[in-house]
């Protein structure tokens, strides 16, 4: 039970750092136990639940002691976009929370204007080239069609009932020319 009541909690200021490149941060871890002399080891993931990587000093990285604590504070100077990650420390086995550090390029405003007019300019081409397609798509099948309609010809409308006229006979249609025939009589046709 005493174990429980003075468990280990780590802390790292700040949690969060968003900074351009060139500028300089640094990184606190603090134990809850402040009288334990004891050594903290830094590390650095891509994200939070990636693999961590311990980080090794040289002339950006720098390590701090601050009272009893051995490598409290953590600095990274001229910082590059490649130094963006979640750093974390480490006393007796137990983890800090980690602090993301988001490193990002100066925005140049004349270059990003430049590309936006040149992407909103190929944008049009493709539109106009899109219109120019199906143009050319709509012209062809109208080409299509006329051709179409000139090889076909117009069938003959002269038939075998040429000249014959549809009129009723007492309520009768042509069909019925058999009842008003007199024997012998033959049709043109025949």
């Keep these: 039970m005493m174990n ?3 468990a280990l909690q780590i802390s790292q200021k700040p949690r969060f750092y968003g900074v351009k490149t060139g500028h300089s941060v ?3 871890c603090s134990s809850s136990l ?13 994200e939070y639940n990636t693999q961590k990587m311990e980080i090794q000093t040289d002339e950006r990285i720098t390590l701090e002691r601050k009272d009893l604590i051995q490598n409290a504070f953590l600095y990274l100077s001229a ?9 974390f420390c480490k006393i007796n086995n137990t ?39 199906i143009t050319a798509v709509l012209l062809r099948k ?18 075998i009932y040429e000249g014959l006229a549809i009129e009723t006979c007492e309520g009768a249609l042509y069909e ?12 043109p046709w025949e």
């Design 4 to 6: 429980l009541l003075f």
């Design 26 to 28: 640094g990184i606190y």
């Design 34 to 46: 402040k009288h334990l002399n004891s050594t903290v080891k830094w590390y650095k993931a891509d």
């Design 79 to 87: 910082l590059q976009t490649q130094d963006s990650g979640v750093y």
């Design 95 to 133: 983890w800090g929370p980690g602090t993301k550090l988001q490193v990002v390029r100066p925005i140049d405003l004349s270059a990003t204007l430049h590309r936006s007019k040149v992407k909103d300019g190929l944008i049009v081409l493709q539109g106009l080239m899109l219109a120019a397609c």
């Design 142 to 159: 109208h080409k299509l069609v006329e051709t179409s309609d000139s090889i076909y010809e117009e069938p003959e409308t002269h038939h």
């Design 176 to 187: 019925d020319l058999s009842l008003y025939q007199t024997e012998g009589a033959e049709a």
